[in-house]
């Protein structure tokens, strides 16, 4: 069997895969040992992989107005189009939305293009949504975008700060390496995030801070590092700039960050006491009006007290997406130019030259958001979207959806054919998926690894850098667009890094310039900037020092009385953006079946809300329906709802409807966290779930959301009037029952063959059966009798599992809890010999924790 190392597509920590092809689009996915982001490792989404490389949805043939045609006709049409409007309209009136989750070479080809020889900047990357605070932090503390740890300082140092950073599902092999951390050296873990996530819950200090409460802490700390005398004056006077008056600024008092003076404390004595820390930030830092600012707030506690540049120390901002880094380098952001280079003149003539370009960008082009209202007003008048679903995942996507409705000419390159963004676009084309795709990635480290393709392309698809390559081709560009295959865009971009750099720059990798095709092919990861670029205390500014910025706390919005409350956005363990991919799986999509709503108690009762019926969130931007979930994880006054639901999959909770396009003012990233809401109970007058093989063509409904499940679908419908059975169930043998007592109709449909092909359940106001026995019917081997249908239970009751945890290992919190009764066991390796449970890709393994030492605590308590 052949084996093929390659690295995983979902987020940037990187883990290396080992895929053994088996057959047809088969494959078996394990984590490669050797690889040093991973070392084996693989959390659920890794895991799974192999769920999701069918062709199901697949986009294969390129499309213009919706009819396929031939690639020359697309690719005509597509090169015509932008050298017309560039004619017409001049270099900016033409953009490219890309995205992380393109290769390096793919983002390369494309930031030549449009800087190079459209001549605009307009090029930005979803990164922007993503790291871009990061980004201008790092430049402004560093003087260069050079993120200053790697993955083996977790495990170095003694104290681990996560700030804004759900790490134990959103980067959980990081997370499993700050596990080790902890349990081999005792290190210590701080979870500051206003939610009580299942990261926070195993921290040994949580800190539930106010939403946007972080550079008020972070002065607060620095400011009481200085009064215990924790300063690093050497470190100081010899590496760092101090702006004047930067120490009279400090405000010392977190209680503006919603933290009171006993827990912050805690933490002084710890960050104190530990000189070997890390910071690692992610969304809840970035994502934010103050997100540049938290950044340097965090930067500047590190500085100050020397913890950077030495192992287990430093500010570590960990990257979203696969190639969010990669997209960094080359120039993916609107900001940059190429190859960490700017827009003074000596940059832009070193680029154009390097190039051999006709033209030359000379100034930033539109940043993301800003795009879109260029898009909105008519000043783009046409735009290609690559490997981003912005019609989902931009601030007040409504208006992105008119933006995109009102342009001239939209072109779409996706793997998928029906996304919510692929919806407006006047060609399409398709690109080649992971596990085709072929080129480098480089993740939140500086590490750079291979993708390589498992499987031939399907149908037409191409490689995203061809497909730019030929466009740039038909529109006069030949000599510069002339790569014979990814290894050779590499060299190219590899020698740029060092034109004209004399060390000025630390991303400098032209020792890699003349990688042969054999050598890339056989390419193991190698870091750029080395494990620590900043080991000398030698920075990216003329004098060679960093720099401390001065950061004040965002000015508080005045209270709006209609929308009191405060929304934040993110992300579930299981599931990966707009979930084009995850999606499709049955195991990833146990989890969290609905987007929920997290709500405090309190906030639900003052507006008679309840947990688990439906609620309605509002803002002025719109409005989007949920499931709620009443938690004290929650702070009072706040709210959280996932990120991932788009039209294909629910009529209810697309998130990105409600915020507004608030940005961080030095780096354009929208603030996703923190917009003002307010929440009402839906009135509903019939509630229903549908389980069926074949996906249900759905009327319009007040609220629908359908998740894949093993066999089919699960559908969780609610609405007004009446509801159309017969245009939801397929033809067969129908079994009906109405169940007046439980006001509920139920309706089973067997195939010829006898078995599940659709099973109904509608109330008025009663309670809905349990989903599990009835969802599995679909799969089942054995043919269940009528009554047990229509009951949707089994005559005889097996075990009820209760909501799965384990997705590995299909083990739920019922057997669970029994397990630990039954067996009296104690911890997680107890449970995991048990029933298997969380010994595969441990990402349920904070969950299993926790429950855990909830069924233990009653015990412990009883015997004390
Ligand atoms: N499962 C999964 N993993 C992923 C992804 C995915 O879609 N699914 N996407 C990948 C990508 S692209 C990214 S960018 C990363 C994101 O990874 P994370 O940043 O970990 O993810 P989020 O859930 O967006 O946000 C993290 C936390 O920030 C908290 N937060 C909100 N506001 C504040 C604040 O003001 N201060 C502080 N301190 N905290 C705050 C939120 O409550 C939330 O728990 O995940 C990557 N990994
Ligand atoms: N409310 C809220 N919104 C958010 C966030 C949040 O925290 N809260 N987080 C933001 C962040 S950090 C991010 S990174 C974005 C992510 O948001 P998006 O980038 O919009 O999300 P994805 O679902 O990853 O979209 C990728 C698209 O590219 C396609 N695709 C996959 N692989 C390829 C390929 O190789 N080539 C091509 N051409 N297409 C491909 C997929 O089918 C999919 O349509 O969302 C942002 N939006
Ligand atoms: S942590 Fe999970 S999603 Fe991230 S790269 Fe590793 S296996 Fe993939
Ligand atoms: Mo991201």
């Given at each position: 069997?052949?084996?093929?190392?390659?690295?995983?597509?979902?987020?940037?920590?990187?883990?290396?895969?080992?895929?053994?092809?088996?057959?047809?689009?088969?494959?078996?996915?394990?984590?490669?040992?050797?690889?040093?982001?991973?070392?084996?490792?693989?959390?659920?989404k890794g895991t799974h992989l192999a769920e999701t490389v069918s062709l199901e949805g697949r986009l294969l043939y390129p499309e213009i107005g919706g009819e396929r045609v031939e690639w020359a006709n697309a690719l005509d049409l597509v090169a015509k189009r932008l050298a017309d409007t560039v004619r017409e309209h001049g270099p900016d009136s033409v953009a490219f939305y890309v995205s992380g989750?393109?290769?390096?070479?793919?983002?390369?080809?494309?930031?030549?293009?449009?800087?190079?020889?459209?001549?605009?900047?307009?090029?930005?990357?979803?990164?922007?949504?993503?790291?871009?605070?990061?980004?201008?932090?790092?430049?402004?503390?560093?003087?260069?975008?050079?993120?200053?740890?790697?993955?083996?300082?977790?495990?170095?140092?003694?104290?681990?700060?996560?700030?804004?950073?759900?790490?134990?599902?959103?980067?959980?092999?990081?997370?499993?390496?700050?596990?080790?951390?902890?349990?081999?050296?005792?290190?210590?873990?701080?979870?500051?995030?206003?939610?009580?996530?299942?990261?926070?819950?195993?921290?040994?200090?949580?800190?539930?801070?106010?939403?946007?409460?972080?550079?008020?802490?972070?002065?607060?700390?620095?400011?009481?590092?200085?009064?215990?005398?924790?300063?690093?004056?050497?470190?100081?006077?010899?590496?760092?700039?101090?702006?004047?008056?930067?120490?009279?600024?400090?405000?010392?008092?977190?209680?503006?960050?919603?933290?009171?003076?006993?827990?912050?404390?805690?933490?002084?004595?710890?960050?104190?006491?530990?000189?070997?820390?890390?910071?690692?930030?992610?969304?809840?830092?970035?994502?934010?009006?103050?997100?540049?600012?938290?950044?340097?707030?965090?930067?500047?506690?590190?500085?100050?007290?020397?913890?950077?540049?030495?192992?287990?120390?430093?500010?570590?901002?960990?990257?979203?997406?696969?190639?969010?880094?990669?997209?960094?380098?080359?120039?993916?952001?609107?900001?940059?130019?190429?190859?960490?280079?700017?827009?003074?003149?000596?940059?832009?003539?070193?680029?154009?030259?390097?190039?051999?370009?006709?033209?030359?960008?000379?100034?930033?082009?539109?940043?993301?958001?800003?795009?879109?209202?260029?898009?909105?007003?008519?000043?783009?008048?046409?735009?290609?979207?690559?490997?981003?679903?912005?019609?989902?995942?931009?601030?007040?996507?409504?208006?992105?959806?008119?933006?995109?409705?009102?342009?001239?000419?939209?072109?779409?390159?996706?793997?998928?054919?029906?996304?919510?963004?692929?919806?407006?676009?006047?060609?399409?084309?398709?690109?080649?998926?992971?596990?085709?795709?072929?080129?480098?990635?480089?993740?939140?480290?500086?590490?750079?690894?291979?993708?390589?393709?498992?499987?031939?392309?399907?149908?037409?698809?191409?490689?995203?850098?061809?497909?730019?390559?030929?466009?740039?081709?038909?529109?006069?560009?030949?000599?510069?667009?002339?790569?014979?295959?990814?290894?050779?865009?590499?060299?190219?971009?590899?020698?740029?890094?060092?034109?004209?750099?004399?060390?000025?720059?630390?991303?400098?990798?032209?020792?890699?310039?003349?990688?042969?095709?054999?050598?890339?092919?056989?390419?193991?990861?190698?870091?750029?900037?080395?494990?620590?670029?900043?080991?000398?205390?030698?920075?990216?500014?003329?004098?060679?020092?960093?720099?401390?910025?001065?950061?004040?706390?965002?000015?508080?919005?005045?209270?709006?009385?209609?929308?009191?409350?405060?929304?934040?956005?993110?992300?579930?363990?299981?599931?990966?953006?707009?979930?084009?991919?995850?999606?499709?799986?049955?195991?990833?999509?146990?989890?969290?079946?609905?987007?929920?709503?997290?709500?405090?108690?309190?906030?639900?009762?003052?507006?008679?809300?309840?947990?688990?019926?439906?609620?309605?969130?509002?803002?002025?931007?719109?409005?989007?329906?949920?499931?709620?979930?009443?938690?004290?994880?929650?702070?009072?006054?706040?709210?959280?709802?996932?990120?991932?639901?788009?039209?294909?999959?629910?009529?209810?909770?697309?998130?990105?409807?409600?915020?507004?396009?608030?940005?961080?003012?030095?780096?354009?990233?929208?603030?996703?966290?923190?917009?003002?809401?307010?929440?009402?109970?839906?009135?509903?007058?019939?509630?229903?779930?549908?389980?069926?093989?074949?996906?249900?063509?759905?009327?319009?409904?007040?609220?629908?959301?359908?998740?894949?499940?093993?066999?089919?679908?699960?559908?969780?419908?609610?609405?007004?009037?009446?509801?159309?059975?017969?245009?939801?169930?397929?033809?067969?043998?129908?079994?009906?029952?109405?169940?007046?007592?439980?006001?509920?109709?139920?309706?089973?449909?067997?195939?010829?063959?006898?078995?599940?092909?659709?099973?109904?359940?509608?109330?008025?106001?009663?309670?809905?059966?349990?989903?599990?026995?009835?969802?599995?019917?679909?799969?089942?081997?054995?043919?269940?009798?009528?009554?047990?249908?229509?009951?949707?239970?089994?005559?005889?009751?097996?075990?009820?599992?209760?909501?799965?945890?384990?997705?590995?290992?299909?083990?739920?919190?019922?057997?669970?809890?029994?397990?630990?009764?039954?067996?009296?066991?104690?911890?997680?390796?107890?449970?995991?010999?048990?029933?298997?449970?969380?010994?595969?890709?441990?990402?349920?393994?904070?969950?299993?924790?926790?429950?855990?030492?909830?069924?233990?605590?009653?015990?412990?308590?009883?015997?004390?």
């Open positions: 069997m052949t084996k093929i190392c390659t690295t995983c597509p979902y987020c940037g920590v990187g883990c290396g895969i080992k895929a053994e092809i088996t057959g047809d689009r088969e494959v078996i996915i394990k984590g490669d040992e050797e690889h040093p982001a991973n070392f084996g490792r693989l959390c659920s989750q393109l290769l390096t070479e793919d983002y390369y080809v494309a930031n030549k293009l449009m800087k190079g020889f459209i001549g605009s900047a307009n090029i930005d990357t979803n990164s922007r949504l993503c790291m871009a605070s990061a980004v201008a932090a790092h430049v402004r503390a560093f003087g260069e975008d050079v993120v200053p740890c790697s993955y083996d300082d977790l495990e170095a140092a003694d104290l681990i700060l996560l700030v804004g950073s759900n790490t134990a599902w959103c980067h959980p092999v990081i997370w499993q390496r700050i596990e080790k951390a902890r349990s081999e050296r005792g290190t210590k873990l701080v979870v500051i995030d206003p939610r009580r996530t299942e990261t926070a819950e195993c921290a040994d200090l949580h800190l539930p801070i106010a939403l946007d409460g972080d550079v008020v802490l972070f002065n607060a700390l620095l400011a009481e590092m200085m009064t215990r005398g924790l300063l690093d004056e050497d470190y100081l006077r010899d590496h760092v700039d101090t702006p004047a008056g930067f120490w009279n600024r400090l405000t010392d008092d977190p209680a503006a960050a919603g933290i009171d003076r006993g827990l912050f404390d805690k933490l002084a004595d710890l960050v104190a006491a530990h000189p070997k820390m890390v910071t690692l930030f992610s969304q809840g830092a970035n994502q934010s009006v103050g997100g540049t600012d938290k950044g340097n707030a965090i930067i500047n506690l590190h500085l100050a007290t020397g913890r950077i540049g030495k192992p287990g120390m430093g500010p570590f901002s960990i990257t979203g997406q696969p190639n969010a880094m990669g997209g960094r380098e080359v120039g993916g952001l609107s900001s940059m130019l190429a190859a960490h280079m700017g827009f003074s003149d000596a940059e832009c003539e070193a680029v154009q030259l390097y190039w051999n370009s006709p033209t030359i960008a000379r100034q930033p082009g539109r940043k993301a958001v800003d795009m879109f209202r260029d898009v909105h007003d008519g000043k783009i008048k046409a735009i290609w979207v690559m490997a981003t679903n912005p019609a989902v995942s931009m601030p007040d996507a409504d208006y992105v959806r008119e933006a995109l409705n009102r342009c001239d000419f939209v072109v779409v390159s996706d793997v998928i054919t029906e996304t919510d963004t692929t919806a407006y676009a006047d060609v399409k084309l398709p690109a080649l998926a992971w596990g085709e795709k072929d080129g480098t990635v480089t993740n939140s480290e500086r590490l750079i690894s291979r993708q390589r393709p498992l499987f031939a392309p399907p149908g037409e698809a191409k490689a995203d850098w061809w497909i730019v390559q030929e466009v740039a081709r038909r529109m006069g560009f030949d000599d510069a667009f002339s790569f014979d295959g990814p290894a050779a865009v590499f060299r190219e971009y590899a020698a740029q890094t060092g034109f004209r750099n004399d060390g000025q720059r630390k991303l400098d990798i032209s020792e890699w310039a003349d990688t042969s095709d054999r050598e890339y092919d056989d390419w193991v990861p190698k870091a750029w900037g080395g494990v620590s670029p900043f080991a000398e205390g030698k920075f990216t500014s003329s004098d060679g020092k960093a720099r401390l910025v001065a950061v004040v706390p965002p000015a508080s919005e005045l209270v709006d009385r209609a929308l009191p409350l405060r929304l934040n956005t993110g992300r579930y363990r299981d599931q990966w953006h707009t979930m084009t991919r995850t999606g499709l799986s049955p195991r990833l999509s146990q989890h969290r079946r609905e987007a929920l709503v997290e709500i405090h108690p309190d906030d639900a009762e003052d507006r008679s809300i309840e947990d688990g019926t439906l609620a309605r969130i509002m803002t002025p931007q719109g409005n989007s329906i949920f499931r709620v979930q009443l938690t004290d994880a929650q702070r009072k006054g706040e709210m959280f709802v996932p990120m991932h639901w788009t039209d294909q999959m629910s009529g209810g909770g697309r998130a990105n409807r409600l915020p507004d396009q608030t940005v961080d003012p030095v780096s354009g990233q929208p603030a996703y966290k923190n917009s003002s809401c307010n929440i009402a109970a839906v009135e509903l007058e019939w509630r229903a779930f549908l389980v069926s093989s074949n996906r249900p063509a759905l009327p319009a409904l007040l609220y629908w959301t359908s998740a894949r499940i093993a066999g089919g679908w699960l559908t969780e419908m609610a609405s007004e009037g009446n509801i159309d059975v017969d245009g939801l169930l397929p033809d067969g043998d129908r079994l009906e029952a109405v169940d007046l007592k439980r006001g509920m109709r139920r309706i089973a449909v067997r195939d010829s063959g006898g078995r599940l092909a659709a099973a109904l359940f509608v109330t008025r106001n009663g309670q809905l059966p349990s989903r599990e026995w009835i969802a599995a019917q679909l799969v089942s081997d054995e043919q269940a009798d009528a009554p047990s249908l229509l009951a949707a239970r089994p005559k005889v009751a097996g075990p009820d599992k209760g909501a799965i945890l384990c997705v590995c290992f299909n083990v739920g919190v019922k057997q669970i809890v029994g397990a630990i009764a039954e067996q009296s066991l104690t911890s997680l390796e107890d449970v995991g010999t048990a029933l298997n449970a969380g010994t595969n890709c441990g990402s349920c393994r904070p969950a299993l924790a926790k429950l855990l030492a909830e069924t233990l605590e009653p015990k412990l308590e009883a015997a004390e």
